[in-house]
């Protein structure tokens, strides 16, 4: 039988557990520092800000296998398993020999994976009785998805969003409201942090890491209420493992196996989530698949960022982790569409990097934009700008097989839909859209605020990828 | 086994070809009428404006099942087979005995159903040779259909998009665009009827009427070019066929047959094609299911309307046909949010509608957006205002049987999703969405403006229904 164009699992083989990577890590990551001590993090540290569950996963480094909840086990029957798709029409307009495959996770209206994660969180923070949660939104897909999963827990949400995504995404906007969830432009005059990066700054258009100072200094300030994220913490790659898990059993159920796997990188939510198994296979020398993180020339924190402690906010609130970043200061141009705007990177996947894991490209966001309507064309799916960046580098693979006549297989994560990014690609097809590429000394200027660590200084270095 | 959420056939059980109710129905529509003779139209008629083969559809009364061409039915496999969802968690919110299913066509780029049409009629178009086809919109969801199936086969297309929606969804049109089709705001200066239009009505928003009437002549004015219809004709109501022969062969896989069938019904593509093989149990007597319309309170066709001979567009340019008509010259309020503003309906469903074997109600648009949060909040889709109709109905249902008791097994067509609607979403949720009802002298006065067809005029009556 012909492998078909799209892959479902039966409801019953979803994954009824997360997958913990780092239960399998050679090394661990260097653990987060609390900012105030510059010693590491405990539980009692996380507690404040975070669920009491998503606190323990956070710093659980041996647990391989986490159960997921009954409920949230359900809630997933909403909207997985996700298909896994074979670009059939894509490879035929490509003329390549490749066999390209990609995981799916836009169909579901938050329009991305970040329901993965959201569901899960907001599960344990309504176990432990909490009224309301705070978070923020570059894109608007994780804002959507947890005002999504807040209306159906019946949870109390306030969403800071990046206030250039609200402008130019009005629409996202209302469908989070829709959901039943606040949404405040950020920076806003509802925070300390907020107000002075206002008055410091008062027409920017704002970044990710100054939304979380907020939603952060207002989840502390207010009872029964925590703190919740889409992104870059290990906590969320382990929820998002399940797109990975499910990749690999539908993979398993038509004998595929890729030689490389491709994801779009911004905190590391979908990239960490999507080559789980794979990273495993890796781990433990079963494989030798390639694993590739894309990013946009525009915001390089692997292929240009410093391996270093850094804040994980603008509002330098939060604990400190060593990982890939551009400075926390640091705010991709007002040019850049579309999320993967995150001035660092999850402490999992830089610390995978640096030991020479994973490799990692960066693409121009015109390039992403072209490949993503030559995709939307021939695969009938509108992705989204973050998508499309796995896209181009799919695309490329599969060219590069197109010379060499290497049948390869790639697996790329196509993690959401591009339905509230139209701004974005009117720009591109009016010939509007500019490629905006920071200099050595606009980078320079990000690093000079990274913060000095005494304790931890030594082990900082500069990444060895950082020239590639 | 307990069901599960989602009900997904294998790409094998697609169906591999379209079911003519026509073959089954006891008594025929009435023919349409070539509007210069008065005399039923034949297929030399057609053939100026339609393809070939979609003009043989039109005209079929006898073919019972047509074959699904090959290359559709590659096309089908790349957003097909579409879930039938069991809506546990609403049926849970309501506190209801019944089991509510919905068959969800939203998950494709275009939105909707329309897609299943646009890639049949596209394909017959390029069989033909022809280089370009014209066509209309009005929420826009054909438009991205058919755009989406322009650029996979490689066509022209050129789209009138009724001027109200198209201002209204600015995002939507750039998602045409995307597909590489021209947008043009109907009424235009680029045709006559559209300065005529425009000459009369300088500020109107314009209707589906006369966005057909600019697409009709521009097509049969351009050398090569065909114009397409997305809903109304038998050859559309054919092709949406695939969605209740999908439904139906779900629904046999858990033993289950629906007591009553839900769909909204603008034009009647969506519901023509869901209740296809239900009505033709009924029509053979296996079957006592009921099928219901759900159409706006302001644009109430067969509710409200007559059974008469009608254009059916604003210019007066088409066949004519028999149908339940508010008048080729109504349109809808600009109050009216989202699509299902045709002045007329299917005469298929039409005459079934007439016979008595379908049921009709219309909602108001306020208590349709209740519906469409409610299942959105519940069910995690965020659903299209036209599908949220059905929604309506089906939950209005649901509540009956709350109150009587009854175990009811309830279908509904969920049609597609909202994420171009959020003006309409983000109207109703600041309370300022407003319900228009026309007085029956806004209706009289579209009644006035019938056409006065001598030869059939005494087989035309007022609808025994349109008092209900």
């Known amino acids: 039988m012909s492998i078909p164009y799209r892959i479902y699992l039966d409801e019953e083989q979803i994954p009824k557990k997360y997958y913990n990577i780092r239960a399998d890590m050679p090394e661990q990551h260097d653990p987060l520092l609390n900012p105030t001590t510059d010693q590491p993090a405990t539980l009692e540290d996380l507690k404040p800000v975070f669920c009491d569950e998503l606190a323990k996963q956070e ?72 009224t309301s949660l705070t978070t923020e939104t570059g894109a608007g897909q994780w804002g959507t998805a947890l005002s999504m999963a807040c209306a159906f827990y019946n949870l109390d949400l306030t969403v800071y969003m990046v206030r250039g995504s609200a402008e130019q995404k009005p629409y996202r906007k209302s469908v989070i409201e829709t959901f039943g969830a606040d949404i405040i432009p950020s920076p806003s005059n509802t925070t300390a942090v907020g107000r002075s990066i206002l008055k410091e700054h008062p027409d920017t258009g704002g970044s990710l890491g100054c939304a979380i100072s907020e939603a952060v200094e207002t989840a502390v300030n207010t009872p029964n209420c925590r703190y919740v994220l889409g992104s870059v913490l290990n906590q969320v790659l382990l929820h998002q493992s399940i797109i990975g898990l499910e990749s690999k059993a539908a993979m398993d159920s038509i004998d595929e196996y890729p030689d490389v796997v491709i994801g779009c990188a911004g905190g590391g939510s979908n990239l ?28 390089p924190s692997l292929t240009r960022g410093r391996y270093v402690y850094d804040f994980c906010d603008t509002g330098k609130i939060t604990p400190l982790a060593r990982m890939y970043t551009l400075g926390s200061q640091f705010m991709p141009s007002a040019d850049h569409a579309g999320g993967l705007r995150y001035h660092g990177m999850s402490p999992i996947l830089s610390k995978l990097y640096h030991d020479g894991y994973m490799e990692a490209v960066s693409v121009q966001q015109t390039k992403v934009f072209e490949a993503a309507v030559l995709f ?48 974005a690609y009117s720009s591109y097809l009016a010939g509007k859209m500019t ?34």
Chains 1, 2 share one sequence.
Do not use: W
């Open 272 to 299: 960490g989530g999507l080559i789980a198994p794979y990273m495993q296979d890796k781990l433990k020398e079963r494989s030798d698949v390639r694993i590739v993180a894309v990013e946009p020339v525009s915001c």
């Open 376 to 423: 939307a064309k021939h695969e009938t799916i509108l992705p989204a700008p973050e998508s499309a960046h796995a896209i181009r580098t799919a695309i490329d693979e599969a060219m590069e097989c197109k010379k060499t006549g290497e049948e390869k297989t790639i697996l790329f994560g196509l993690t959401g839909t591009g339905y509230f990014d139209m701004q």
């Open 59 to 130: 710093l659980d480094t041996t647990t391989r296998y986490f159960d997921i909840p009954k409920p949230v086990q359900e809630f997933y029957k909403m909207f997985r398993p996700s298909p896994l798709i074979r670009a059939y029409n894509l490879e035929k307009a490509l003329g390549t020999p490749a066999k390209i495959y990609y995981k799916f996770e836009g169909n579901n209206t938050s329009g991305s994976h970040k329901l993965n994660s959201a569901a899960a969180q907001v599960h344990y923070a309504k176990e432990q009785g909490l």
């Open 435 to 468: 490629d905006y590429i920071p200099s050595d000394s606009d980078l320079e200027a990000g690093f000079n605020q990274l913060p000095n660590v005494e304790s931890i200084k030594s082990s900082s270095s500069t990444s060895v990828h950082s020239m590639t």
